[in-house]
């Protein structure tokens, strides 16, 4: 696309003659190039298709597509075959010839490829039968199969940009906000407030430029969404905060991007390249008169920029330290003009509220959540991917029946959503539906999305040392609070796991931890405390069984645990012997071997060689 | 004017005013760590806190940075509020074991130090109320010093944590600074000064002849104001 | 050096708010951020070195020490964390005879630990100069070391 386009009728009509150009009945292959599975090695199956393609004189009759995420990151990588959507994964890089001469040319299904469900042992060979999707609602995340993110034809093609041209040419501003206002939608980035009252306030704010940004800083270790999104579909990004901005009256947006995240800050600038040269973005927008134009900035790692008055500071060149909010960004935000703020999935609702109405969007969901989430589901899972489920959906149907469940036949023990400051949940609320309200009412919270999954060999104190260990680095170290406060009680919990624990310390966090939610600055400092809290509130014997017996139950915490070989499974292969760095491991060849104590660092490197499951740790 | 309550205590006060200000001026005392009336808020040392009703809604604010409202009803020594110092207090006395100014608050506030918390070593006795950071770029206009690194082991320091280049020597830091942290050494004539690692050379009065400041001080002066250095080098006194 | 901070400052328009991206360019031209760099990025930019040296100290991202020829990033985002990280940094950090964060003696290596780099399906995950090792476990870290020339990472003689 070069030339602009000046209206939303000459929109459609681009629209249309996309879509007419593309026969759905055309083989079509589809191969995922999100970092997840790039991070497989993709790139050369990429190129070995365009090769093997070019070799046959195919390219004119083969489509070939590169996408975004799928989601199904644990079987990377993976190639979808239009028109039947023929799944294949764990594809291999040589794999390109064989695919297209039995597959596309011969009709022949490769039987090693096809994804066997592991709860029937049948193969599955159309990727809509696939249980880790069937059983999802792919409504913003869907989209990222059908388009190549560096294409903003495939965005045109599949009707992109028709609710920016219904915006802009067919609502009033104050109807736009009124829309999504009905439809209640709610901040995806953490807190859940609901993103049309907070473009009111922004539009009714005085003030002069305003300013309208997207949080793509993403911190929470152990979430990807945000991400994919950008990476997979930016132009759906792109196109929700157009909308906003008109909505707010607002000519000037940013980008807030993780610089850990590359591809997905090159496919959003060359989405806002190309916007720009068709018309969508920059000046008179569609022929409308409108104004707004984007620019992306890119954090420097810090976890707290994700943090409103912190990201501001960032964006404005300066160290990211939160200032007290006692005047809404919506009046004094960045550069102290009217700001707002959303983040990545946030924006990305927006089109689909404009295009199908808000009845239509409140129609998924529960009473006070609507719409679908997008969670990361990882840890011990067997299916790791980003999933995307209405709101209330069980937490049991996500982790067992879309996650396929825990690997190993281990026992399920806990999940922790909401990020480093979020909860654990025990197994106890697995048949709770998620979204904001119901999060929050059993001590954790929505966060950005993360699910982690812990099993029985995870040690809940030591997974609350881990969150609360995280936030000692990542706070901003401004006030007393949480600078000193999430430090000592990191001490603590460390004393805890090495068995220098005290009667009185789980008390104490107690007491700590709710000073440090009642005193901190910022909502990093607020919520730093939950890991500590949702742990003890439901794993206290495990924090007893630290203090006062000096034992892990979960055989996690060094200092407690001892290595030792059950002389009964040993085959005396040897294996652990070779592996120890220092010795420990020995003994005679076809005979048990044995650790010795005094030598053992508990480095591990024994029990992950061992193939007869003989190492104990207890 | 706004109509509000502090500590049961009926108080007409000026729309725009912090809750700090109007409690001082009726004689409602707070204590805070890195209020300093010369400079602006901050809102670090979380000493100041309040719990606050308006309407329906008790929460927790900052007093320093919390602008008074009709109707609004403060508890400057509520439980969660004094939690909430006692922990503050705690945690500070804890990183700065030596601090006499902590000690002396602790013993106006009757707070002891929590015996779990194992006093640092290796810290300072600054206690990051952030003052003279604010009065070398607020107030003095140099912006000689800063913060470096984050969490626990932010602290105050020069650029590179080397002899500052920009630093005027006039000493406003030293000044502010609540806990001792910043030294700042003249020799026994007063002809020169040593802080921040460097040694200035101080500039006598033309008509006392007494060492009034240092040289690059006033050839800041002079440059900012264009007024020229011969015409500063009388000290206040004489002028 | 100062030509180079030109180019980069210039391509920004020399718009302070983008500091950070800056330094960050200029980061990626040198390996790290030498002084004199961060003094060009101050004049050139008109921000105060002290506020330059505040941003470059607060963001992890950067680093005032030259990094090694191969620069070890091992994910401890909390999936891998659960699936085991950390004993694999413990055996990363006793076979360099560094900590994390540090680099070695001889600049060869440098080893951090970062936060969650969304390849979750393969935690744990190690990224060897940009290259994602995946599924990463104790003896597959021995292995990379060892095939990067890291003497002795088997045995236990090293310097
Ligand atoms: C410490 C901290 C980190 C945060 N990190 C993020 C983040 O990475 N991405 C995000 O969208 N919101 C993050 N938030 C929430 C934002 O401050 C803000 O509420 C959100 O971006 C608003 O957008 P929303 O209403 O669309 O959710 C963070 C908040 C805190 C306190
Ligand atoms: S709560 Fe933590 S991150 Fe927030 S301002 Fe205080 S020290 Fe900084
Ligand atoms: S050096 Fe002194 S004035 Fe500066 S932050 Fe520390 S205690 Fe406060």
Same mark, same amino acid.
């Given at each position: 696309?070069?030339?602009?386009?000046?209206?939303?009728?000459?929109?459609?009509?681009? $629209?249309?003659?996309?879509?007419?150009?593309?026969?759905?009945?055309?083989?079509?292959?589809? %191969?995922?190039?999100?970092?997840?599975?790039?991070?497989?090695?993709?790139?050369?199956?990429?190129?070995?298709?365009?090769?093997?393609?070019?070799?046959?004189?195919?390219?004119?009759?083969?489509?070939?597509?590169?996408?975004?995420?799928?989601?199904?990151?644990?079987?990377?990588?993976?190639?979808?075959?239009?028109?039947? @959507?023929?799944?294949?994964?764990?594809?291999?890089?040589?794999?390109?010839?064989?695919?297209?001469?039995?597959?596309?040319?011969?009709?022949?299904?490769?039987?090693?490829?096809?994804?066997?469900?592991?709860?029937?042992?049948?193969?599955?060979?159309?990727?809509?039968?696939?249980?880790?999707? @069937?059983?999802?609602?792919?409504?913003?995340?869907?989209?990222?199969?059908?388009?190549?993110?560096?294409?903003?034809?495939?965005?045109?093609? *599949?009707?992109?940009?028709?609710?920016?041209?219904?915006?802009?040419?067919?609502?009033?501003?104050?109807?736009?906000?009124?829309?999504?206002?009905?439809?209640?939608?709610?901040?995806?980035?953490?807190?859940?407030?609901?993103?049309?009252?907070?473009?009111?306030?922004?539009?009714?704010?005085?003030?002069?430029?305003?300013?309208?940004?997207?949080?793509?800083?993403?911190?929470?270790?152990?979430?990807?969404?945000?991400?994919?999104?950008?990476?997979?579909?930016?132009?759906?990004?792109?196109?929700?905060?157009? %909308?906003?901005?008109?909505?707010?009256?607002?000519? $000037?947006?940013? %980008?807030?991007?993780?610089?850990?995240?590359?591809?997905?800050?090159?496919? *959003?600038?060359?989405?806002?390249?190309?916007?720009?040269?068709?018309?969508?973005?920059?000046?008179?927008?569609?022929?409308?008169?409108?104004?707004?134009?984007?620019?992306?900035?890119?954090?420097?790692?810090?976890?707290?920029?994700?943090?409103?008055?912190?990201?501001?500071?960032?964006?404005?060149?300066?160290?990211?330290?939160?200032?007290?909010?006692? *005047?809404?960004?919506?009046?004094?935000?960045?550069?102290?003009?009217?700001?707002? !703020?959303?983040?990545?999935?946030?924006?990305?609702?927006?089109?689909?509220?404009?295009?199908?109405?808000?009845?239509?969007?409140?129609?998924?969901?529960?009473?006070?959540?609507?719409?679908?989430?997008?969670?990361?589901?990882?840890?011990?899972?067997?299916?790791?991917?980003?999933?995307?489920?209405?709101?209330?959906?069980?937490?049991?149907?996500?982790?067992?029946?879309?996650?396929?469940?825990?690997?190993?036949?281990?026992?399920?023990?806990?999940?922790?959503?909401?990020?480093?400051?979020?909860?654990?949940?025990?197994?106890?609320?697995?048949?709770?539906?998620?979204?904001?309200?119901?999060?929050?009412?059993?001590?954790?919270?929505?966060?950005?999305?993360?699910?982690?999954?812990?099993?029985?060999?995870?040690?809940?104190?030591?997974?609350?040392?881990?969150?609360?260990?995280?936030?000692?680095?990542?706070?901003?170290?401004?006030?007393?609070?949480?600078?000193?406060?999430?430090?000592?009680?990191?001490? %603590? !919990?460390?004393?805890?796991?090495?068995?220098?624990?005290?009667?009185?310390?789980?008390?104490?966090?107690?007491?700590?931890?709710?000073?440090?939610?009642?005193?901190?600055?910022?909502?990093?400092?607020?919520?730093?405390?939950?890991?500590?809290?949702?742990?003890?509130?439901?794993?206290?014997?495990?924090?007893?069984?630290?203090?006062?017996? @000096?034992?892990?139950?979960?055989?996690?915490?060094?200092?407690?645990?001892?290595?030792?070989?059950?002389?009964?499974?040993?085959?005396?292969? &040897?294996?652990?012997?070779?592996?120890?760095? &220092?010795?420990?491991?020995?003994?005679?060849?076809?005979?048990?071997?044995?650790?010795?104590?005094?030598?053992?660092?508990?480095?591990?490197?024994?029990?992950?060689?061992?193939?007869?499951?003989?190492?104990?740790?207890? | 004017?706004?109509?509000?309550?502090?500590?049961?205590?009926?108080?007409?006060?000026?729309?725009?005013?912090?809750?700090?200000?109007?409690?001082?001026?009726?004689?409602?005392?707070?204590?805070?760590?890195?209020?300093?009336?010369?400079?602006?808020?901050?809102?670090?040392?979380?000493?100041?806190?309040?719990?606050?009703?308006?309407?329906?809604?008790?929460?927790?604010?900052?007093?320093?940075?919390?602008?008074?409202?009709?109707?609004?009803?403060?508890?400057?020594?509520?439980?969660?509020?004094?939690?909430?110092?006692?922990?503050?207090?705690?945690?500070?006395?804890?990183?700065?074991?030596?601090?006499?100014?902590?000690?002396?608050?602790?013993?106006?506030?009757?707070?002891?130090?929590?015996?779990?918390?194992?006093?640092?070593?290796?810290?300072?006795?600054?206690?990051?109320?952030?003052?003279?950071?604010?009065?070398?770029?607020?107030?003095?206009?140099?912006?000689?010093?800063?913060?470096?690194?984050?969490?626990?082991?932010?602290?105050?320091?020069?650029?590179?944590?080397?002899?500052?280049?920009?630093?005027?020597?006039?000493?406003?830091?030293?000044?502010?600074?609540?806990?001792?942290?910043?030294?700042?050494?003249?020799?026994?004539?007063?002809?020169?000064?040593?802080?921040?690692?460097?040694?200035?050379?101080?500039?006598?009065?033309?008509?006392?002849?007494?060492?009034?400041?240092?040289?690059?001080?006033?050839?800041?002066?002079?440059?900012?104001?264009?007024?020229?250095?011969?015409?500063?080098?009388?000290?206040?006194?004489?002028? | 050096?100062?030509?180079?901070?030109?180019?980069?400052?210039?391509?920004?328009? =020399?718009?302070?708010?983008?500091?950070?991206?800056?330094?960050?360019?200029?980061?990626?031209?040198?390996?790290? /951020?030498?002084?004199?760099?961060?003094?060009?990025?101050?004049?050139? /930019?008109?921000?105060?070195?002290?506020?330059?040296?505040?941003?470059?100290?607060?963001?992890? #991202?950067?680093? /005032?020490?030259?990094?090694?020829?191969?620069?070890?990033?091992?994910?401890?985002?909390?999936?891998?964390?659960?699936?085991?990280?950390?004993?694999?940094?413990?055996?990363?950090?006793?076979?360099?005879?560094?900590?994390? =964060?540090?680099?070695?003696?001889?600049?060869?290596?440098?080893?951090?630990?970062?936060?969650?780099?969304?390849?979750?399906?393969?935690?744990?995950?190690?990224?060897?100069? =940009?290259?994602?090792?995946?599924?990463?476990?104790?003896?597959?870290?021995?292995?990379? /070391?060892?095939?990067?020339?890291?003497? =002795? #990472?088997?045995?236990?003689?090293?310097?």
């Amino acid at each position: 696309m070069t030339t602009k386009i000046k209206s939303f009728d000459e929109l459609k009509s681009i $629209q249309e003659r996309l879509k007419a150009g593309r026969d759905p009945k055309k083989p079509c292959i589809t %191969i995922c190039v999100g970092t997840g599975c790039l991070a497989y090695g993709t790139q050369k199956l990429v190129d070995n298709f365009r090769a093997e393609l070019a070799k046959r004189n195919l390219t004119e009759k083969i489509g070939f597509r590169t996408t975004g995420c799928h989601g199904f990151c644990e079987r990377g990588p993976m190639v979808v075959i239009a028109p039947d @959507k023929i799944f294949y994964q764990r594809v291999g890089l040589e794999d390109a010839a064989e695919i297209i001469d039995k597959t596309l040319l011969k009709g022949e299904i490769i039987e090693r490829l096809l994804y066997v469900d592991p709860a029937t042992g049948q193969k599955v060979t159309r990727e809509d039968d696939v249980p880790f999707y @069937k059983k999802q609602t792919r409504l913003v995340f869907g989209l990222n199969s059908k388009v190549d993110p560096e294409s903003l034809d495939d965005y045109l093609a *599949i009707g992109g940009y028709t609710a920016l041209g219904k915006a802009l040419t067919g609502m009033k501003p104050e109807a736009i906000i009124q829309e999504v206002i009905k439809a209640n939608l709610r901040g995806r980035g953490g807190g859940g407030f609901p993103a049309g009252w907070k473009w009111d306030s922004t539009r009714k704010a005085q003030g002069d430029p305003k300013y309208v940004i997207c949080n793509a800083d993403e911190g929470d270790p152990g979430a990807y969404m945000d991400r994919s999104l950008l990476e997979g579909n930016p132009h759906l990004v792109l196109e929700g905060m157009i %909308i906003g901005a008109f909505a707010i009256g607002s000519s $000037q947006g940013y %980008i807030y991007a993780r610089n850990e995240y590359p591809l997905a800050i090159k496919n *959003i600038t060359l989405a806002i390249e190309q916007a720009r040269q068709a018309g969508l973005l920059g000046e008179n927008i569609l022929g409308t008169g409108f104004n707004f134009d984007v620019k992306i900035n890119r954090g420097g790692g810090a976890f707290v920029c994700g943090e409103s008055s912190a990201l501001f500071a960032s964006l404005e060149g300066r160290a990211g330290e939160p200032r007290a909010k006692y *005047i809404h960004a919506t009046d004094k935000g960045l550069y102290d003009k009217p700001t707002n !703020l959303n983040n990545v999935e946030t924006w990305a609702n927006v089109p689909f509220i404009i295009d199908r109405g808000a009845d239509w969007y409140a129609s998924i969901g529960t009473a006070g959540s609507k719409g679908t989430k997008i969670f990361s589901l990882v840890g011990k899972i067997n299916n790791t991917g980003l999933v995307e489920v209405p709101m209330g959906t069980k937490l049991r149907e996500i982790v067992f029946d879309i996650g396929g469940g825990i690997p190993g036949g281990k026992k399920f023990k806990a999940i922790q959503t909401g990020g480093p400051s979020g909860g654990c949940i025990p197994e106890q609320y697995l048949d709770m539906g998620v979204d904001f309200d119901e999060l929050t009412k059993i001590g954790s919270m929505m966060g950005s999305g993360g699910m982690i999954v812990m099993d029985e060999d995870n040690c809940m104190v030591d997974v609350a040392r881990y969150f609360t260990n995280f936030l000692v680095s990542e706070s901003c170290g401004k006030c007393v609070p949480c600078r000193e406060g999430v430090r000592r009680m990191r001490d %603590i !919990l460390a004393d805890i796991t090495e068995g220098k624990g005290q009667e009185g310390d789980v008390e104490l966090l107690e007491k700590m931890a709710a000073a440090i939610i009642d005193g901190s600055l910022c909502a990093l400092g607020n919520s730093a405390p939950n890991p500590v809290l949702s742990t003890i509130r439901y794993f206290r014997d495990e924090y007893e069984a630290h203090i006062k017996h @000096k034992r892990c139950p979960a055989g996690v915490c060094k200092a407690l645990i001892l290595y030792s070989i059950d002389p009964e499974k040993c085959t005396g292969c &040897t294996l652990c012997s070779k592996v120890c760095p &220092t010795g420990a491991a020995a003994g005679e060849r076809k005979k048990a071997h044995a650790i010795d104590k005094a030598l053992c660092t508990k480095c591990g490197a024994c029990r992950e060689s061992c193939k007869f499951d003989a190492i104990i740790v207890r | 004017m706004v109509n509000l309550t502090i500590d049961n205590k009926k108080i007409e006060a000026e729309a725009g005013q912090t809750i700090l200000e109007v409690s001082r001026e009726n004689g409602i005392v707070i204590p805070t760590l890195c209020s300093n009336e010369a400079l602006e808020p901050s809102g670090a040392c979380r000493m100041c806190l309040v719990e606050v009703k308006h309407g329906k809604r008790t929460r927790i604010v900052t007093s320093c940075l919390y602008q008074v409202a009709e109707g609004l009803i403060v508890d400057t020594k509520s439980e969660r509020v004094l939690a909430a110092r006692r922990l503050v207090l705690q945690l500070l006395l804890a990183r700065c074991p030596e601090s006499k100014q902590l000690r002396e608050m602790a013993e106006e506030l009757g707070i002891q130090p929590e015996p779990r918390f194992t006093p640092d070593q290796d810290k300072s006795k600054c206690i990051l109320c952030r003052m003279c950071v604010r009065t070398c770029e607020k107030v003095v206009g140099v912006c000689a010093i800063g913060f470096s690194y984050r969490g626990s082991e932010k602290n105050v320091c020069t650029p590179f944590q080397e002899d500052s280049v920009s630093c005027i020597g006039c000493g406003a830091c030293a000044y502010v600074c609540p806990s001792g942290h910043i030294e700042m050494e003249t020799t026994e004539t007063g002809d020169s000064r040593k802080i921040w690692g460097r040694t200035f050379k101080m500039k006598s009065c033309k008509v006392c002849g007494r060492y009034f400041a240092p040289e690059d001080q006033l050839k800041f002066i002079s440059t900012t104001t264009g007024v020229p250095v011969d015409d500063l080098a009388v000290c206040i006194s004489c002028r | 050096m100062e030509q180079k901070v030109k180019e980069i400052i210039q391509h920004y328009h =020399g718009d302070k708010s983008y500091l950070v991206p800056i330094l960050q360019d200029v980061q990626k031209e040198f390996n790290y /951020l030498p002084k004199d760099a961060l003094c060009a990025v101050s004049t050139q /930019l008109s921000v105060p070195i002290s506020r330059v040296y505040e941003v470059v100290t607060f963001y992890k #991202a950067f680093s /005032l020490k030259p990094k090694g020829r191969y620069q070890l990033s091992l994910c401890m985002g909390t999936a891998c964390h659960v699936r085991g990280a950390e004993l694999i940094a413990g055996n990363i950090e006793s076979i360099l005879g560094i900590k994390e =964060g540090e680099t070695t003696e001889d600049l060869e290596f440098s080893f951090e630990t970062v936060g969650c780099l969304g390849a979750c399906a393969l935690g744990p995950v190690l990224v060897v100069n =940009g290259e994602y090792h995946g599924h990463m476990n104790i003896a597959k870290s021995t292995k990379i /070391l060892k095939k990067l020339g890291k003497k =002795g #990472a088997t045995d236990d003689d090293q310097d």
